[in-house]
């Protein structure tokens, strides 16, 4: 549990926000100096940072810790989602492209209730209680 108060949390998804707009922006500019390949890696290299902030800032700081964890994780998913979304367009023979953008799609939207049923019960089982007046 952060036990941040409901404002720093609004602020720490704001950052997500913007850093998100700012991603986006860089989008067209480097899949074309990096590769496809490598702004997908450097977007899981965010996001890798974005978890380990977070996770960090119940030890080491808060609100401000949490914020730059938003703000690696707000960064990442564009570069993943875009350039994965690219990578695979540019790679599939287009009469096969509706079928495997519908395969891939499933599989995403399957694994979300299995993530849902199996970090519920964790984060009952391990997580502290929330603080009173606290956002998480």
């Given at each position: ?8 949390l ?5 950052a ?11 989008i ?16 899981l290299?965010?996001e890798a ?6 996770a960090?800032s ?17 960064f ?7 350039s994965?979304?690219?990578?695979r ?33 964790a ?5 502290a209680?929330?603080r ?5």
């Amino acid at each position: 549990m952060l036990g941040l108060p409901t404002w720093a949390l609004g602020l720490a998804l704001a950052a997500e926000g913007g850093a998100a707009l700012l991603s986006a922006a860089f989008i067209p500019r480097l899949p074309r100096r990096l590769g496809e390949a490598r702004t997908i890696v450097l977007g899981l290299a965010f996001e890798a940072l974005s978890a380990v902030a977070i996770a960090a800032s119940v030890q080491v700081g808060g609100a401000p810790v949490v914020a730059l964890g938003q703000l690696f994780g707000g960064f990442s998913l564009p570069l993943i989602n875009i350039s994965l979304v690219t990578l695979r367009q540019r790679i599939t023979p287009r009469p096969l492209l509706g079928r495997v953008n519908a395969v891939v799609r499933m599989f995403i939207m399957a694994a979300l209730p299995v993530g849902a049923l199996l970090g519920g019960p964790a984060r009952h089982h391990h997580a502290a209680r929330p603080r009173r007046g606290s956002a998480l």
